[in-house]
């Protein structure tokens, strides 16, 4: 098991970690501190609630965690490893240690822009962060957002589908999906791209988490882009830190009268720079990335081809104005399979692929079972006789390991 006495620190640390990178720095790691709690005094550590947690918190507690992550493959990156993004220690509360699924993307050497948006976003919004992103994404850029409704997600399916690069930053921990409607995307991002989250895996998604994952966001990235923001927009604390930390926020400008466009227009009058293409953003960064392009001068010439996505733009919106329907995993340039004449003579059984059942738990190689045809979480739970939560909390751990996907009508099944 890795990384214990990290995760150790990380519980104690909670939401204040910048007391104790004092204390990782006097003891050398995370063990140091453990072993020298006791010794901690007042003038180390001010809070005495701190200092509390410093004597309190069991290790065994960060044992199991670091058990959990090995069986589920989520890999941990602590703040005194060498791939620890070094660009998080501009934040005022870094965090300590990091869960990850995915490959993390080299955030020194490449540019990383953060996009944020409103969940009730507007064809407009939609329209433009996917022709943005896209350039981005296929301009070599990573696209660093938070898997939230609306803005996020259109960001994250536009990189994804420019076959680029994109990293979620969620508000939880990797045994829940928040939004629920997003749980096939983070799979998605599992497996192609990259799920990033300094809380433990069993944490649920409670409102005061998203502002500290916004400031990851921040920390993270060169710039941000900000698509569409009303008033009091979570955008704002992303674009907030943003500037604190010396990164540059870039602003999509919008009407005067739109009230998805008050706190983005505020933001340019306050000194952001508004953008209407990738290419503005891009140019800024040229000197030091030295971008290439195999679609020509990126500030003369767009790599989106509007005829070929604006269905998917359409698409998507639906998707992310309701998160209901099935999942729009279609490739932009996958090309339609052409049918045999005689169907009925040519059309074969397509070959279940064999599944891994290694690193199952019971209850998780029973659901599998099960799943050999569609089934909704109310109908695996009566089969089984388990509590319908349990049943939830394994599906959405099948769905990271792609094993298992949900369909539509509340559905799931397997991944073939």
Not at 63 to 86: A, L, M, N, Q, T
């Amino acid at each position: 098991m890795a990384h214990i006495y990290d995760i150790w620190l990380g519980l104690v640390a909670q939401t204040r970690t910048a007391p104790f990178l004092s204390l990782l720095n006097e003891y050398g790691d995370a063990r140091g501190v453990y072993d020298n709690a006791e010794n901690v005094t007042s003038s180390d550590l001010p809070l005495q609630s701190a200092r509390r947690r410093l004597l309190t918190t069991p290790l065994q507690k960060a044992e199991e965690i670091s058990e959990f992550c090995d069986r589920y493959k989520i890999g941990i990156v602590s703040i005194k490893d060498e791939d620890y993004p070094r660009s998080l220690l501009s934040l005022k509360d870094p965090p300590i240690v990091l869960y990850y699924k995915g490959k993390l993307p080299d955030f020194k050497n490449r540019l990383c822009v953060g996009t944020v948006g409103t969940r009730r976003l507007s064809e407009y919004g939609a329209k433009m962060a996917y022709q943005t992103v896209y350039d981005l994404a296929s301009a070599g850029a990573v696209i660093v957002s938070g898997l939230a409704k609306g803005i996020d997600g259109i960001c994250h399916f536009a990189a994804l589908d420019s076959g680029g690069d994109t990293v979620a930053v969620i508000g939880c921990g990797f045994m829940h999906a928040y939004p629920k409607g997003h749980r096939d995307l983070m799979a998605t991002l599992c497996r192609e791209g990259c799920v990033i989250s300094e809380f433990a895996p069993e944490t649920t998604p409670m409102p005061e988490n998203f502002p500290r994952r916004n400031r990851i966001i921040s920390g993270l990235c060169d710039c941000i882009a900000v698509f569409e923001a009303p008033a009091r927009s979570g955008a704002l604390i992303t674009a907030s830190v943003a500037e604190d930390i010396g990164r540059n926020v870039f602003v999509l400008p919008g009407d005067a009268d739109k009230s998805n466009y008050l706190a983005s227009n505020r933001l340019i009058h306050d000194g952001a720079s508004a953008f209407t293409s990738a290419s503005d953003i891009l140019a800024e960064y040229d000197a030091k990335y030295r971008f290439s392009y195999s679609c020509g001068d990126v500030t003369k010439k767009h790599f989106y081809s509007r005829q070929r996505n604006d269905k998917r733009i359409e698409e998507l919106f639906e998707f992310e104005s309701t998160l209901g329907g099935a999942y729009p995993s279609r490739k932009l340039d996958k090309k339609p399979s052409k049918k045999p004449k005689d169907t009925a003579e040519k059309q074969t059984v397509k070959e279940e692929r064999p599944i891994d059942t290694g690193s199952m738990n019971e209850l998780q190689k029973k659901i599998v079972d099960l799943l050999v045809a569609d089934m909704t979480s109310d109908d695996i739970s009566d089969s089984l006789g388990v509590p319908v939560s349990d049943v939830l909390t394994e599906l959405t751990m099948l769905e990271i390991m792609g094993v298992a996907t949900a369909k539509a009508g509340g559905k799931y099944g397997r991944v073939n």
